[in-house]
């Protein structure tokens, strides 16, 4: 059995009046993130880890920002779509561990069900998925309200 280990990180804007996609769900606030898709951090990081860890470069090189096809997407399909390119060499999901960071809103009341969402997507059993989240302690863009960040590690595997 061969296995990898991949990482992501990404950050988003948080405007007044923009929905909030986190996880695969929406949130009610009143800012939400501001992108090119519709701006779904935590998805963005997964696939981010994903690619690299299957060596298939990143997000951006799949579903660039400058495609007008990518406007406003769901960013479900586009995991959808990285686990198609990952599977398509024979690559599986053991495990994703990630980390919110975001100040408000707490996102902990949310976290089984962003779990069940993105379980479904990805096919795998929501064990296998470990969302975190944080604040920084009011400190910089994140504690200013100002942005919305995460990280995630995954490890794959193949026969």
């Known amino acids: 059995m061969k296995i990898r280990v991949g990482f992501g990180y990404d950050v988003h804007q948080l405007k007044e009046s923009e929905d909030f ?3 695969g769900i929406k949130l009610e ?3 939400g993130a501001v992108g090119h898709s519709d701006a779904d951090v935590l998805i ?3 696939c ?3 690619l690299g860890a299957a060596n298939k470069r990143d997000i951006g090189f799949h579903f660039s920002d400058t495609d007008p096809k990518f406007k406003g997407i ?9 686990m198609d390119i990952i599977r398509e060499d024979g690559w599986e999901i053991e495990n994703i561990d990630s980390t ?3 100040q408000l809103p707490k996102i902990n009341p949310h976290i089984p069900q962003m779990k069940t969402c993105l379980s479904g997507v990805m096919s795998i059993d929501e064990e296998d ?3 975190k989240a944080t604040t920084t302690e009011k400190l910089g863009f994140v504690g200013r309200q100002e942005g919305v960040s995460a990280y995630a590690t995954v490890l794959i595997s193949r026969s």
């Open 74 to 82: 769901d960013s479900k399909l586009l995991l959808k779509e990285t």
């Open 129 to 131: 998925i470990s969302i």
């Open 48 to 50: 981010d880890a994903l």
């Open 100 to 102: 919110i960071c975001l």
């Open 29 to 31: 606030h009143s800012k």
């Open 44 to 46: 963005h990081v997964i």
């Open 21 to 23: 996609w986190l996880g």
